[in-house]
């Protein structure tokens, strides 16, 4: 099912329209007016705005606002949209179009609530609201072009043997497209003819008209080849008109023409993403064969599919420009697509592409093999641990980074087959597409479960997906061993490729950090019993619990791979997953603010424990990295009184499927080992990337410096200078704010921005007076006190530092310790 209608069918809408409606009977008493949808048409504009407001209060309040994505691109979720149109109704704001929202509020005030087609108004009124369309200027369209370039990766067009690679293993294709061409020929009125091609094929190749002859001859091929495919595959090719989609996605993406599976979409029903299983795009003009315009297009449809069904690996599809033919290929590195063919001349080709598509399996159509139905419904996957198979029961999609190119990674939280999910905590699978150079991520936590580390995500299987008995990758295994370079639109330094190497980085203004001492804990504090925190303002022992991990990814992703990648048509990308056992949710949904500052002070042990046990730095510290549980036992405080060395029983407890930490570190995606003078151990391409999430990215590691603990230990404080500017009391963004552009300013200028945020105290107070959210303004004297940790007379520190660790968790101590700073209004 569509994550997005089953987040619908899920959260009902009930009750919860139940106090606008009284609002809406209201004015029509009181204006004398039969309380019915007409009514609207009768208020006045003041009237109107008011009952508009009503309708976005009580919807914000739906469960379902908190859980579907925001339509606009801008971040959070579809309630952050809500309160940004909402704001938007301003008095003064002449411009905004009242009369487009009615039809919204006449589906609100019907005697039947259809939730579905109430949800799709929604998102196309906030859409349409908030973003409205900006005149196509020849400016803008390279803007946009741009973007587009930038979402889909390298394009390489016209690659041989694209269709041996992709239709190859269709079972009966060649002998049956033979048999049916043949066919085709015969007779008085032949289908295809050699000097005119296609029967019916319109001279003009209007858009319209090639849609519905895509149709006709599509049926009449299939039926041809039914005595060479005996099982029925359930599967069209239609005409999907604008008229065909559900509201929400006919205001700027759909698909003109397309091949469906028919089980999951019929004919009278509006269509969804995941119901085309291969996106087509026609243009009238066979010129558009050779230009980007139509490869966007189609690329743009390619990426909604990939962002909306989080099974797919890739996704085939087709361009027909005048009777030009391509297929096309889209999957985490970029498209590439095959050689082009005149659909008129060269008939048995065309009839090989239509049949090819309708006799593929799914696995063929790119969707992921190894996601199986358990008991016929359910997902799951199968796993190979400890010498014996597990099957991972799926429950639900907990975080999904909507993109083409890139990781691509999706977490799901699941259970083993058999265990009982009431008592049983979750266990976090993520998948996602790395680049073979970095270390793998399971390894990486591995060792750090192996070696004690605390706060950070704990361990529990890792795997390279195998599909066809091999290693699931880009190059050899979805692409089938395509070569790039052979390409006619090739070119050595085209495509995504990284910019060429920077000069040498100045060198840091830290000298080598020391080696770091045996014990995890600074000096002036104890370590405790199995590493686990001591304090309580770190970690406290607790039972998993049913907190998600998700959570909207405000930042972009982070803003760098790996370095040494010399040409994109040499990248590649490996299919990988990793199951944690410690599932939670983002910080900045933590129920109060001292528990916000009990999870960051957590998560800062963490950071020192994976560093001092293991060598590792983690070097993406985000929002969405650093996570709470807090559904635990809070009588369960045995574990504070435990004495230190009294270990005997640490691996027991580490395996205790009762146990998660209170608050961890997860995605060590970008983590590395962190040079030391003398030590070797990382390449020089290492050494002068830049990794993270770029708006809490150190200064120094902005200006080039090699990373070293000290950066990670600024960006905790920039995580928590974000989340006071952008959330409100429940976890929830408060819409834009100037400090979105550091997620897109270029390095030198973030710099520039951060070094006159914190340069001065006094500075820093009123910007701190005038940016935090109301909720967080009791934590600006705390959040200056930790910035004055951070850096030490308005500077920034000038050598290694190890204590600072114990230092900035003092701060976050003294902060959660004062009851009074804390309590406001029921907050604490």
Not at 509 to 525: G, K, L, V, W, Y
Request: charged content about 30%; overall charge negative.
């Amino acid at each position: 099912m569509d994550p997005r209608l089953e987040i619908i069918n899920n959260n009902p809408i009930g009750k919860g329209l139940d106090a606008f409606r009284a609002s809406f009977s209201s004015v029509c008493e009181d204006g004398k007016i039969p309380c019915t949808p007409d009514a609207l048409g009768q208020l006045d504009q003041d009237e109107l705005r008011k009952l508009i407001r009503a309708f976005l209060r009580a919807v914000q309040n739906l469960a379902a606002a908190d859980l579907l994505p925001a339509w606009t691109g801008l971040g959070g979720s579809l309630r952050a949209d809500l309160l940004r149109l909402e704001l938007s109704l301003s008095s003064d704001d002449d411009d905004f179009d009242l009369d487009r929202i009615k039809p919204l509020l006449k589906s609100a005030i019907a005697d039947t609530l259809d939730d579905a087609d109430i949800w799709d108004q929604i998102q196309t009124v906030v859409t349409e609201s908030i973003l409205p369309p900006r005149p196509i200027t020849s400016e803008h369209g390279k803007d946009v072009d741009k973007v587009l370039r930038n979402e889909l990766g390298a394009l390489y067009v016209g690659i041989p043997r694209f269709r041996e690679a992709f239709f190859g293993r269709v079972a009966g294709l060649e002998t049956a497209s033979e048999a049916v061409f043949q066919k085709c020929m015969e007779g008085s009125e032949p289908l295809f003819n050699n000097n005119n091609g296609w029967s019916g094929w319109p001279a003009d190749a209007q858009q319209n008209a090639v849609y519905s002859w895509l149709t006709k001859v599509s049926e009449k091929l299939v039926t041809l080849a039914e005595e060479y495919k005996s099982t029925p595959t359930h599967r069209e090719i239609i005409s999907l008109r604008p008229n065909k989609w559900t509201r929400a996605y006919t205001a700027e993406h759909k698909v003109d023409v397309g091949f469906l599976d028919v089980r999951r979409a019929k004919k009278d029903c509006k269509y969804h993403w995941t119901h085309i299983l291969v996106p087509g795009e026609v243009k009238s003009n066979p010129s558009a064969d050779t230009t980007p315009e139509a490869w966007l297009d189609l690329g743009t449809y390619a990426r909604k599919i990939l962002a909306t069904i989080d099974t797919r690996r890739f996704v085939l599809g087709f361009t027909i420009c005048g009777s030009l033919m391509r297929i096309w290929e889209f999957d985490r590195l970029g498209g590439i697509a095959s050689e082009q063919f005149d659909i008129n001349k060269d008939g048995l080709q065309f009839v090989s592409t239509v049949l090819g598509f309708h006799w593929m399996s799914r696995e063929e159509l790119g969707f992921d093999p190894t996601i199986m139905a358990a008991n016929g419904s359910r997902p799951c996957i199968e796993i190979e641990r400890n010498g014996s198979t597990e099957r991972l029961i799926i429950d639900e999609t907990i975080h999904r980074i909507r993109g083409t190119v890139g990781r691509a990674t999706t977490c799901w939280r699941a259970h083993r087959e058999g265990d009982p999910q009431t008592t049983t905590p979750p266990l976090v699978i993520k998948d996602s597409w790395q680049y073979p150079e970095r270390d793998e991520e399971g390894e990486l936590l591995r060792e750090a479960t192996d070696q004690g580390v605390v706060n950070v995500a704990r361990y529990y299987h890792h795997e390279t997906v195998q599909v066809d008995g091999t290693d699931d990758d880009i190059r050899d295994n979805v692409r089938r061993g395509l070569d790039v370079t052979t390409a006619t639109t090739y070119q050595p330094a085209e495509g995504l490729m990284p910019p060429p190497p920077p000069p040498p980085p100045p060198p840091s203004t830290m000298p080598p950090p020391p080696p770091p001492p045996p014990s995890i804990i600074a000096s002036d504090e104890q370590p405790s019993r199995g590493g686990r925190s001591s304090s309580r303002i770190a970690s406290k022992k607790r039972s998993s619990s049913s907190s998600q991990i998700g959570g909207a990814p405000l930042p972009p992703p982070p803003a760098s791979d790996p370095a040494g990648v010399v040409d994109a048509a040499l990248s590649n990308r490996v299919h990988r997953r990793v199951i944690l056992r410690d599932c939670g949710k983002p910080i900045y949904k933590a129920s109060s603010r001292s528990a916000l500052l009990d999870a960051l002070g957590g998560c800062i042990e963490g950071h020192e424990s994976l560093w001092r046990k293991t060598g590792l730095l983690h070097k993406d510290i985000s929002i969405n990295n650093l996570m709470i549980n807090e559904e635990g036992d809070d009588d369960d405080d045995d574990d504070d009184d435990d004495v230190e060395g009294d270990d005997d029983d640490d691996d027991d407890d580490d395996d205790d499927d009762d146990f998660s930490w209170y608050s961890f570190l997860i995605d060590l995606d970008l983590a590395s080992r962190e040079h030391r003078e003398g030590g070797g151990g990382i390449s020089e391409g290492a050494k002068k990337s830049k990794t993270g999430t770029k708006a809490f990215m150190a200064i120094g590691v902005l200006l080039g410096e090699q990373h070293s603990f000290m950066h990670d230990l600024e960006s905790f404080f920039w995580v928590l200078f974000w989340i006071c500017t952008h959330y409100d009391a429940q976890g929830n963004e408060i819409g834009p704010t100037e400090f979105d552009s550091w997620k897109c300013e270029s390095d030198h200028k973030l710099a520039r921005s951060k070094v006159g945020t914190i340069g001065e105290e006094s500075v820093f107070l009123k910007i701190a007076e005038e940016s935090f959210t109301p909720y967080y303004q009791p934590l600006i004297p705390s959040v200056n006190k930790l910035r004055k940790k951070v850096f030490p007379g308005d500077k920034r520190w000038k050598r290694p530092e190890p204590k600072l660790y114990s230092a900035m968790r003092k701060v976050l101590r003294e902060a959660w310790e004062d009851r009074e700073l804390m309590s406001d209004g029921g907050y604490f």
